[in-house]
Every structure is written in C-alpha cells, then in structure tokens.
C-alpha cells in the first residue's frame, strides 16, 4: 500500500506499533519493522543508556525504518534527544506535553516528528509546531488518556476536518475490521498498542500477559483523572484509587497512593496486584500470545478481507 504515512515512514503496511512503558523495547519494535510496519521503542521506562542500548540493539536487528517514543512528562529530555541525535533515529513520536518546544528541534536535525493528541486543540497545536502527523488516540486506549474521554470514533472525524496533516488513529484498534472503520473516518494508519502487549516479543511480564489474555468487557478503567488519566486493567491496586477518588482524594493523595515505580512493578516484574497494569478496553478480544508479525499480518489481511467485503455490499 502507498498512502502518506507509508511514504513518510517508507514502510511497507500502515500499521504502527505503539510506544509503550515497559512493553516496548528493541525486541519488539524491531520484528514490527522487519515485518512491514514501524515499530517503536518506548523510552518512557529507560534511563538515557538504556534507550541508547535499546537503540542500538534495535539497528542491529532490522534494516527498517523504526522510530522511538519521548513521552515529554519525564525528566531528562535534553539527554534523550541529544542520544536520539546521537544515534541517528530518523523517526520520533512524541507523546504527553505540549509538542512547541521540541518539535522544532528535533526537525533542524532532519528527524520526522509525530505527536500523540487526544483532543482538537492539541491536534491544532501540533500542526502548528509543524509536527508531520499525528496520532489521535481515543479512550479506550490503554495508557495515559486524554481528560475529555474522547472515543475513537468521535475524535478521528473531528480532527480529520480540522487538519491537513496525515492522522494515525490509536485506541480500541486490534483487528483489521476496526483498522478499516478507521480509515473511513480519515486515518491514514493505525497505532496498536494493547494488541502487541500480548505478542510474543513485548518485553512485558508473562503474569502481565496471561492477564490480559484472561480480561473480559469492563476489566478496565480509566483512573487518575485528577493526577494524569490512565487506563488500567481492574486489580487491587486500581481498587484502592477507585476507593480514593470516590472518597475525592486530591491529586497529591493520589500521587502518594501510586507512590513509585508501580508500572514496573506490574507490567514488567509482574506483580498483579499491587502493581499498575496498563492496557485499553480492546483487551478483552485478545486470547493468545503471538508472534510480533502474526499479529501484524493478521490485523493487514483481515483489513484487505473486509474492505472487499464492504465494496461489495449488495444495496
Ligand atoms: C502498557 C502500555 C504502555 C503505554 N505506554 C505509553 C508510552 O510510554 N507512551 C505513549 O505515548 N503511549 C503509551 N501508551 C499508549 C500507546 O502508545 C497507544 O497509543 C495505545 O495503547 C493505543 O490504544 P490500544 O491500547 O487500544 O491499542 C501505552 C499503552 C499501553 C497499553
């Protein structure tokens, strides 16, 4: 397929696998690249050498286009970009602040930058920063989310007659059916996340994994909303800020609360209750662990099936 994004990327499927805390290292971000879409290492979890290590690794292991996430929320931003520099990525998504202050940065040095949005008006300031597209991530999502609950389904159209750059949908997308209705709505690729958490690559815990596997409708939900939104799957830990907010904890209760390190201590030491466990509302049609490209493969064919499927609808 050649649309923007696959120029833009110069990959071969539009399809993007998610930065993710935890989750995304070399491992899987270089089988997404070596299977035709563009994977993404999640720098959010790494201290500056181990991104550069990651990044090297990832070199190493494919000779195709992959990109890295810098959620802007973290400390030591300067050191991660001038790595990122450093080691020659070409591709940049940015994600959780406001995308002024780097994007032009980063652009000087011939880097292709992406900014994730959940709402209209960063989308706007996005493409006034002159990122080259966006994601619009709706709120099924796993992860941080956006404070106005979003859908999906609602923001990709909204954003879609708002902007003239490409836009990559993420959020409650795992199968080639939900691939399509994105494009409908004006996407131009797709960013999975929850999806590529069970693939065999993903460096999250195996506990963290069968879990998700195991998740049925409503096992998630969004909390946090007075710190920084996320969406987690339902556990003693989500069940003690459940308690907290519903008692109207402030956010520097709940900041105590989720105190530090509970994302490591869930996602990838595997502590399933007392640890955070990120993942969207799409977990509960996940049913095995599979390999990074399987699952690739799988959400390009059922899309290529269905798009010939609705092409010929009798009317
Ligand atoms: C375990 C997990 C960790 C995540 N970590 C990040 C992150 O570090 N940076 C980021 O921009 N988004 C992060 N996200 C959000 C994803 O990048 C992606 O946009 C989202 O998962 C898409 O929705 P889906 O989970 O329904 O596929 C994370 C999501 C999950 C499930």
């Not at 201290?47 to 992959?66: D, S």
């Not at 966006?134 to 979003?150: L, S």
């Not at 946090?224 to 956010?251: C, Y």
């Given at each position: ?24 290292g070399w491992k899987l971000a270089s089988a997404v690249s070596n ?212 008692e109207g904890a402030s956010a520097v209760e709940l900041q105590q ?59």
């Amino acid at each position: 397929m050649t649309n923007r994004i696959c120029q833009l990327f110069n990959i071969t499927y539009p399809i993007i696998q998610a930065g993710m805390i935890w989750c995304s290292g070399w491992k899987l971000a270089s089988a997404v690249s070596n299977a035709g879409g563009l994977g993404i290492i999640g720098a959010g979890s790494m201290y500056p050498e181990v991104l550069r290590e990651h990044i090297q690794k990832c070199k190493q292991a494919t000779p195709n286009p992959f990109a890295v996430n810098i959620p802007l929320l973290y400390p030591d931003l300067e050191e991660l970009f001038t790595i990122l520099v450093e080691e020659g990525v070409k591709i940049v998504f940015t994600s959780a602040g406001n995308p002024a202050k780097w994007t032009s940065f980063l652009k000087e040095k011939g880097i292709i930058v992406v900014h994730v949005i959940a709402n209209l008006k960063f989308a706007l300031k996005a493409q006034e920063a002159g990122v080259d597209a966006i994601v619009a991530e709706g709120f099924e999502a796993g992860g941080h989310n956006g404070r106005e609950e979003t859908t999906t389904l609602c923001l990709i159209p909204e954003i879609a007659e708002a902007i003239t750059i490409p836009i990559i949908a993420a959020g409650g997308i795992a199968s080639g059916k939900a691939m399509l209705a994105c494009f409908a709505l004006g996407a131009e690729a797709v960013q999975i996340g929850s999806a590529f958490v069970v693939s065999e690559e993903s460096s999250a815990h195996p506990a963290f994994k069968q879990k998700v596997i195991g998740a049925k409708a409503g096992d998630t939900a969004l909390r946090m909303k007075k710190l920084v939104p996320v969406r987690l799957l339902t556990n003693k830990f989500e069940q003690e800020i459940a308690v907290a907010e519903a008692e109207g904890a402030s956010a520097v209760e709940l900041q105590q609360l989720l105190g530090r390190a509970r994302a490591k201590k869930g996602m990838f030491e595997g502590d399933m209750e007392e640890g955070e466990l990120e993942i969207g509302q799409i977990a509960s049609t996940l049913h095995e662990v599979q390999p990074a490209a399987e699952i690739l493969m799988n959400i390009w064919e059922s899309f290529l099936v269905e798009r010939d499927r609705i092409s010929n609808l009798a009317i």
